[in-house]
């Protein structure tokens, strides 16, 4: 891999985290109870995803089990700044959103699908 290709990634993976950090603090004023889990964390997970693969251009599996970290870190933040930042136990739904947001944002980082082969000649 060249070294444009692996700086443009990691490029990607500061922008994803910045992206986090700033959802994790938005969503941590939400309770994390009824369907928001359920909705916020494949949600969380595509964005991250989105924004890593968008800037970064790489589609590998390194890259897409940082972001899975990065969206199931994210999640858990929120839900910590939720519980009163530790003065409540953590709900349970927020365990479940960010394993949504992880499984998400790694099914949309990585390469699922081999390229086609070209025909020989």
Do not use: H, N, Q
């Not at 309770?31 to 949600?43: D, I």
């Not at 800037?55 to 590998?60: I, K, L």
Request: hydrophobic share 55%; with cysteine.
């Amino acid at each position: 891999m060249s070294p444009v290709r692996v700086l443009r990634a990691v490029l990607g993976l500061v922008c994803g985290a910045v992206a986090a950090a700033l959802g994790a603090l938005i969503l941590g004023e939400y309770e994390f109870t009824g369907s928001l889990p359920y909705v916020a964390g494949p949600l969380f997970g595509l964005v991250l995803g989105e924004i890593v693969v968008s800037v970064g251009r790489d589609r590998s599996w390194p890259v897409a089990v940082v972001t899975a970290g990065l969206a199931f870190g994210g999640i858990a933040w929120a839900g910590w700044i939720d519980s009163s930042e530790g003065v409540e136990p953590v709900k349970d739904l927020v365990w479940v959103a960010a394993g949504l947001a992880a499984v998400v944002a790694l099914l949309r980082t990585a390469r699922l699908r081999r390229a086609p082969r070209a025909p020989a000649p």
